[in-house]
Nanobody, 121 residues
Framework: QVQLVESGGGLVQAGGSLRLSCEAS????????RAWFRQPPGEAREFVAA????????AYADSIKGRFTVSGDVAKNTIYLQLNSLKPDDTAVYYC??????????????WGQGTQVTVSS
């Protein structure tokens, strides 16, 4: 079965950067997306970015467009999320997911445990 492990979160100042990683063991169908979601404190989980297996398709939430970049390394079975120009509102637990498509959390079958990103003012 597929397991996902996120890493790279931490505490940064506003305007700083982080690079999140999500390493998968096992794999899903090649037509499924690999995606990043985040859940701010007390709020619902929301879509951040997605990438196709081949890397030929990417999608981003409007709220982070131009600041975050999703990428993948098929050989390493790993996806990344480069976070730049971080704002306090970006503070959340960031999750990776796979086994689904699109921007709706309930479509994804496999989830990591999350990695905390905290952005100070």
């Amino acid at each position: 079965q597929v397991q996902l492990v996120e890493s790279g979160g931490g505490l940064v100042q506003a305007g700083g950067s982080l690079r999140l990683s999500c390493e998968a063991s096992g794999r899903t169908s090649d037509d499924s997306h690999r995606a990043w979601f985040r859940q701010p404190p007390g709020e619902a989980r929301e879509f951040v970015a997605a990438i196709s297996w081949s890397g030929g398709y990417t999608a981003y939430a409007d709220s982070i467009k131009g600041r975050f970049t999703v990428s993948g390394d098929v050989a390493k079975n790993t996806i990344y999320l480069q976070l730049n120009s971080l704002k306090p509102d970006d503070t959340a637990v960031y999750y990776c997911a796979t086994g689904g498509v699109g921007a709706r959390p309930r479509r994804y079958q496999y989830w990591g445990q999350g990695t905390q990103v905290t952005v100070s003012s």
